[in-house]
């Protein structure tokens, strides 16, 4: 879902970046919206995708066995 809503996005501004700067037709400006919004999405989510997260902790290396610790 994310995905699809950095898409939309980056497609609404991407468009309106290239009618509005580059001053090129309507039809030309929401095509290269559309790439460059698959561009910028594609990175997002090779990005997300490659994230690190931690691994929660099995339980039984969650019990040490340490009368100090909290746990």
Known sequence: MRTTVVLVIGWVVMTGVERMVEHTPWRSALLRG???AGVVTGAWW???WTQVRPSPARPEEADTGDERSPH
Do not use: P
Request: glycine share 0%; hydrophobic share 65%; aromatic share 34%.
């Open 46 to 48: 090779f990005s997300e």
């Open 34 to 36: 559309l790439v460059w």
